[in-house]
């Protein structure tokens, strides 16, 4: 990696069913991050479109890929000059899933993902189960992969990931009050036990079945908090070394030393 770059987690709240209104949010959210000079903002989950928003309407604005929600990000992205990574829902033929998608800041989508664990009735009403972990990419000099909101809290997630190479996990969630040991306790030992950096972004406020909790974070590969958010919107700024997951490996690999003749 050359230098150190400068993550974003973009704690808002979505106009449930509102495409053209939260898009406008997320350029607002991408120009603020631009003049902080963050490199990277990494936005919440189906921030698009709202989560909470029901089956119905959920399958009526999902989209393609090639759609025109993602193709506006990408030139959101482009415009500012800051790679982004949201959340939004994805139409693939009868299926709709929960994806992130990430793009670089030229407005190209370089990876991302659908939702591999349903979380209770909302996720399985409204969407199809990911079957494939999301790819790993490479941007400026570092190996990015996503995850959604309820794969972080499973261990065998964030260590398909950092197998794979990723040493920067964007994580787009939608976390509810009554949750805050996953951004208090899960999400930092995410971070520790792969030696990676976790960029959490939650929503705030609420929509017509949740209350959501915030505590968005950013966490580095020691489990250390790098920035963390109140209850509020509000912007988490912090710096990223890759080089810093060297120096915890240094110590002791857990990678290297786990027992994959074991576990798998």
Wanted: aromatic share 6%; hydrophobic share 45%; proline share 5%.
């Amino acid at each position: 990696m050359n230098g150190v770059l400068r993550v974003a987690a973009g704690q808002c709240g979505a106009v449930p069913g509102d495409v053209q209104a939260n898009l406008e949010s997320v350029g607002r959210l991408t120009s603020d991050a631009a003049e902080a000079g963050a490199d990277l903002l990494v936005l919440p989950e189906m921030i698009l479109t709202g989560y909470g928003i029901g089956a119905e309407a959920v399958s009526r604005l999902a989209e393609p890929l090639d759609g025109p929600m993602l193709t506006r990000v990408g030139e959101i992205a482009r415009d500012h000059g800051v790679a982004l990574c949201l959340g939004h829902p994805e139409r693939d033929g009868q299926d709709v899933y929960n994806s992130a998608s990430f793009f670089d800041e030229h407005g190209e989508r370089l990876t991302g993902g659908r939702k591999m664990h349903m979380f209770g009735d909302v996720d399985v009403e409204q969407f199809t189960r990911g079957d494939a972990v999301p790819a790993a990419a490479r941007w400026r000099g570092t190996t990015v992969a996503t995850a959604i909101c309820y794969d972080i809290e499973f261990p065998e997630t964030a260590r398909a990931l950092a197998s794979a190479g990723a040493q920067l996990l964007c994580v787009p969630t939608a976390n509810m009050v009554g949750f805050d040991v996953v951004s208090r306790l899960l999400v930092p030992a995410r971070a520790a036990e792969n030696q990676v950096f976790v960029v959490y972004a939650n929503h705030t406020g609420t929509d017509p079945v949740f209350e959501y909790n915030g505590l968005s974070v950013v966490v580095g590969p020691d489990g250390q908090p790098l920035g963390t958010a109140g209850r509020g919107a509000e912007m988490v700024l912090a710096d990223v070394d890759v080089e810093a997951i060297g120096a915890a490996r240094a110590e002791n690999d857990y990678l290297a030393d786990r027992r994959s003749d074991l576990f798998g």
